[in-house]
């Protein structure tokens, strides 16, 4: 499928409307891909933002059996450490609903990021194309763990991350090459210290979040931050 750079910024006046507005385009997206394919593939974020909108999810009646899920990164940690962004997804959301067990597919980051990220590469080898990209956007424009000046590892789904900016340095990333592999791309950015790194995408400056484009472009839903 070819690849489209186009960028569809959307501005909400609360957090509660930019968390509704995502959750019902989620729900919406997993409706069609199942009713298209019998299944629904979608890689989550971490953060804040996207914590708000599990906790919606959770309340959601959905056809959970049908749904894969997977993650876009994830910290070098215990499995039941506060910080890890499989624990967050769970206990927000993952554990309320009826997603099959076999279907929630945590990257096992506690294995270390080289041994963690060749086992995630497995999980992914034949998943085919996803059908959302659920993805967070840093104040020094990362996003998942795709961080500025650092080389981009292409060469397998998933990648060890070594010395990341923020801690812990250690983490496993879905590569750059894995996440366009997705027939959409959602942001969600909220908070007025994402302003410069929105700024800068919105200026056509080379940041890590615009590495990711998807086959059909990229959905950013903004709150509490100008588009300029």
């Not at 250690?170 to 007025?192: C, H, P, Y």
Request: proline residues 4%; charged residues 20%; hydrophobic residues 40%.
């Amino acid at each position: 499928m070819t690849q489209s750079s186009a960028t569809r910024w959307h501005s909400f006046d609360s957090q509660d409307n930019i968390n509704q507005a995502a959750t019902a385009r989620i729900l919406q997206a997993a409706n069609e891909a199942i009713q298209a394919q019998g299944s629904f593939y979608v890689v989550l974020a971490g953060g804040s933002t996207p914590k708000a909108v599990y906790q919606l999810l959770s309340e959601q009646q959905a056809d959970w059996a049908n749904w894969h899920v997977f993650h876009n990164d994830d910290r070098c940690l215990p499995v039941d450490h506060e910080e890890r962004n499989s624990k967050m997804a769970r206990d927000a959301w993952l554990s309320k609903v009826a997603i099959p067990e076999q279907k929630i597919h945590d990257i096992p980051a506690e294995l270390g990021n080289v041994a963690g990220a060749k086992a995630y590469a497995e999980t992914l080898k034949d998943v085919r194309t996803f059908d959302l990209v659920i993805l967070g956007l840093g104040e020094d424009g990362h996003t998942a763990s795709l961080f500025p000046n650092q080389t981009v590892d292409n060469s397998a789904d998933a990648v060890p991350v070594f010395d990341a900016p923020k801690p812990p340095a250690d983490r496993i990333t879905i590569s750059q090459s894995r996440l366009n592999n997705t027939k959409e791309v959602m942001f969600l950015v909220t908070g007025a210290g994402k302003q410069e790194a929105v700024d800068n995408w919105r200026n056509g400056a080379a940041i890590p979040a615009t590495l990711i484009t998807g086959n059909n472009g990229v959905e950013v839903y903004c709150f509490d931050v100008e588009l300029k």
